[in-house]
């Protein structure tokens, strides 16, 4: 096994000149969700050039790929992302974004890279390994309905159907070199609210005339916290805010429509149904007290993602075997929302968290115009994904 190890690392570090080539090139190009033409046709070029089959045109963009190893077994399936964030990038890089207004701003063109790495490293050693490997190339993370959820209902993996799915992400306060994981439940199921509160504008110096859809906006916002914190159990992790409020009036006008979008974010299937229900209550009968109507619209997002408890320790020893034991961190729960859910709650699954921090404290932030990643971290992320593949193939 020290064997494979040491090959999967040489392999990893003498292929990073060209990972960081892809990265490079996918950051400069990004493209948003669902129309991501170009990346797809870079990666169906790449994938050609190492000899591995895959079929395109999977929701639109998508694409999976298929290795097979020295025999019969298990099917692993390995998905990364590729769609980029409505965001002006600020970063001054020579590689930055050349298309106006869209980023790499949540590292998916770091997931692409590392995962075409992987492929490349995981064809060269199908000597090594029995199986097969599924290479998950998925459009519209960032988009609801989410492009996980699009390709399972086209049925892109029945034939064959993973035994394990497995996915990465960035993470930059985490240092370069470093990956983290968390058992059970990891990330909130994520899903926006949108009230449209109507009522009898007019003066503002004539209230008595009319209904106040800006107060009763304030008081439906009010009134809603009380979700979180008298009606969901206390153990229950939930998150209800709102974003954007908008009521065209002016300082003596008070306007006939206020909209109230928001998000609600929380780690349990059965409340996350209840919860949507009282938010409806509350709004629809906290406006009707105040004289008014509030038309309630909740898209039921992405749910739960829900890492498998035993495969997600086994991934964790075996992380262990590949890095310094101090090098693999055991993650917290977090409240932000991933499509990989979708997969977690059709397959046995682990996504796990890697460290892009850069040395000079100068990494920016998720989903910010200033992300920048240390590159080296792309050599971590390549090596783990065949890793974990091999070994899980292998049990």
């Not at 090139?25 to 000899?51: M, R």
């Not at 199908?126 to 998950?136: N, P």
């Not at 609210?193 to 504008?201: N, P």
């Amino acid at each position: 096994m020290e064997t494979l190890k040491q090959l999967i690392q040489s392999l990893s570090t003498g292929k990073m000149e060209k990972i960081i080539q892809h990265r490079r090139h996918i950051h400069q190009h990004p493209e948003l969700s669902f129309e991501e033409h170009e990346t797809s046709a870079y990666v169906a070029a790449e994938l050609k050039k190492i000899g591995i089959p895959f079929k395109q045109g999977i929701a639109g963009t998508g694409i999976i790929a298929t290795i097979e190893g020295s025999g019969k077994g298990k099917t692993v399936a390995l998905r990364a992302d590729m769609d980029a964030l409505p965001i002006q990038e600020e970063t001054s890089l020579p590689f930055s974004s050349v298309n106006k207004g869209v980023m790499h701003a949540c590292g998916h063109d770091v997931h692409t890279s590392a995962l075409l790495g992987a492929a490349e490293i995981l064809k060269q050693l199908k000597d090594q390994w029995k199986g097969t490997v599924l290479l998950i190339f998925q459009p519209g993370e960032e988009k609801f309905p989410g492009g996980a959820s699009l390709m399972l209902k086209e049925g892109a993996l029945d034939h064959p159907k993973p035994d394990l799915v497995i996915g990465q992400h960035v993470l930059p306060d985490m240092p370069t070199g470093h990956v983290g994981f968390k058992p059970g439940m990891y990330m909130a199921s994520g899903d926006e609210v949108y009230l449209t509160i109507k009522g009898k504008g007019g003066h503002a110096a004539l209230p008595h005339t009319l209904n106040d859809t800006i107060l009763i906006a304030s008081n439906v916002i009010v009134a809603l916290q009380q979700v979180v914190s008298r009606i969901v159990p206390a153990n229950i992790p939930t998150v209800l805010s709102f974003g954007r409020i908008e009521g065209l009036g002016a300082t003596n006008i008070i306007p006939e429509k206020v909209e109230i979008a928001g998000t609600l974010r929380t780690m349990n299937e059965e409340w996350r149904i209840i919860i949507q229900e009282k938010i409806k209550e509350i709004a629809e009968g906290t406006a009707k007290a105040m004289g008014a109507e509030c038309k309630v619209d909740i898209k039921h997002g992405y749910p739960v993602v829900y890492n498998h408890e035993q495969t997600t320790k086994d991934a964790i020893n075996f992380a262990r075997d590949f890095l310094n034991p101090e090098q693999v961190e055991e993650m917290d729960i977090r409240m932000t929302a991933e499509d990989f859910g979708y997969y977690t709650h059709q397959f046995p699954s682990v996504f796990y968290r890697f460290g892009v921090g850069r040395k000079d404290g100068q990494t920016g932030a998720l989903h910010t115009a200033q992300l920048n990643i240390d590159e080296d971290s792309l050599e971590t992320a390549t090596g783990m994904l065949a890793w974990l593949a091999i070994r899980f193939l292998n049990q």
